[in-house]
């Protein structure tokens, strides 16, 4: 067999699953937001971004994303320099940071509810140091901030895991020569983290930065979860159209708005984080 052909041949079960898996579906789902019995049309758009649930549920969905992914970038480069730094019990410490991975988003928002419910945690801790003298329901449609406060607490701690995984990874593919090298001319910790760590983890960071965003925006089980009806996000909508509504068309186009909404934030920070030609430390 001819060695120039074998690439072609090794990516071929990746190229026709996602085909399969991933081009075939969303053509159809094209198709569904952009046709109706009457050919093509922009109807289902017009109905989803009239309808006065919508600009609420993006919203609180860009809200979502801008509250929770900068805290989540702070932390998992936090905790991805320290778990770097460790010499013992480092496969430990990564282990449980890691735990979050292993729950199920559904589950996730469920355990978050039960602290922040009438007889949960949160109310039975405040009680009994005297903070309040009888449980207080916190989710509710009077207090739509601590209903936000609450899903993106969830959120954090369900998905930075994410991002720290992709950042311990990155870091362990930075030469120590380098730290060696800062360390011997007397840069301090603080120095090494932004002139070495940083600019050599920016394929690591865009890596991360661009799945977490795309989940953010796909957010739905911690939400439905936590808040329900009291916190609608575009998800929740296209959920609602398909399930509930029975209007797929409507449900394929919040579908579309969310992936070009998407694949304009992934541009963004591939532009923002991209590294320039002949950059030095």
Same mark, same amino acid.
């Given at each position: 067999?001819?060695?120039?052909?074998?690439?072609?041949?090794?990516?071929? +079960?990746?190229?026709?699953?996602?085909?399969?898996?991933?081009?075939?579906?969303?053509?159809?789902?094209? @198709?569904?937001?952009?046709?109706?019995?009457?050919?093509?049309?922009?109807?289902?758009?017009?109905?989803?971004?009239?309808?006065?649930?919508?600009?609420?549920?993006?919203?609180?969905?860009?809200?979502?994303?801008?509250?929770?992914?900068?805290? @989540?970038?702070?932390?998992?480069?936090?905790?991805?320099?320290?778990?770097?730094?460790?010499?013992?019990?480092?496969?430990?410490?990564?282990?449980?940071?890691?735990? +979050?991975?292993?729950?199920?988003?559904?589950?996730?928002?469920?355990?978050?509810?039960?602290?922040?419910?009438?007889?949960?945690?949160?109310?039975?801790?405040? @009680?009994?140091?005297?903070?309040?003298?009888?449980?207080?329901?916190?989710?509710?449609?009077?207090?739509?901030?601590?209903?936000?406060?609450?899903?993106?607490?969830?959120?954090?701690?369900?998905?930075?895991?994410?991002?720290?995984?992709?950042?311990?990874?990155?870091?362990?593919?930075?030469?120590?020569?380098?730290?060696?090298?800062?360390?011997?001319?007397?840069?301090? +910790?603080?120095?090494?983290?932004?002139?070495?760590?940083? +600019?050599?983890?920016?394929?690591?960071?865009?890596?991360?930065?661009?799945?977490?965003?795309?989940?953010?925006?796909?957010?739905?089980?911690?939400?439905?979860?936590?808040?329900?009806?009291?916190?609608?996000?575009?998800?929740?909508?296209?959920?609602?159209? @398909?399930?509930?509504?029975?209007?797929?068309?409507?449900?394929?186009?919040?579908?579309?708005?969310?992936?070009?909404?998407?694949?304009?934030?992934?541009?963004?920070?591939?532009?923002?984080?991209?590294?320039?030609?002949?950059?030095?430390?």
């Amino acid at each position: 067999m001819d060695a120039r052909y074998l690439p072609y041949i090794l990516i071929l +079960p990746v190229t026709l699953f996602l085909c399969f898996f991933f081009l075939y579906p969303f053509v159809l789902v094209a @198709q569904q937001a952009f046709t109706t019995g009457s050919g093509f049309t922009m109807d289902n758009f017009r109905e989803v971004t009239s309808h006065w649930k919508f600009p609420i549920s993006l919203k609180n969905t860009l809200y979502l994303a801008a509250a929770v992914v900068p805290v @989540q970038v702070v932390l998992a480069l936090l905790m991805a320099t320290l778990v770097s730094k460790m010499e013992k019990g480092r496969d430990l410490v990564l282990y449980i940071w890691t735990i +979050p991975l292993g729950i199920s988003d559904l589950a996730a928002g469920i355990i978050w509810l039960a602290i922040f419910e009438q007889s949960g945690f949160l109310n039975s801790m405040m @009680q009994g140091i005297g903070l309040i003298d009888r449980p207080t329901n916190f989710l509710t449609f009077n207090s739509p901030l601590m209903v936000f406060v609450a899903i993106a607490l969830a959120e954090i701690w369900r998905a930075t895991a994410i991002m720290l995984v992709i950042l311990v990874a990155g870091i362990g593919l930075i030469p120590k020569e380098y730290y060696e090298a800062a360390e011997v001319f007397g840069a301090s +910790p603080w120095k090494r983290f932004l002139k070495i760590t940083l +600019p050599l983890l920016r394929p690591s960071l865009s890596t991360a930065l661009v799945i977490r965003v795309i989940l953010a925006f796909e957010v739905f089980a911690v939400v439905q979860a936590i808040g329900g009806t009291l916190f609608p996000v575009l998800m929740s909508e296209t959920f609602n159209y @398909q399930f509930e509504l029975l209007n797929g068309g409507a449900a394929a186009a919040i579908a579309l708005i969310i992936l070009v909404i998407s694949i304009g934030f992934t541009v963004l920070i591939l532009r923002l984080l991209r590294v320039p030609k002949g950059a030095t430390i």
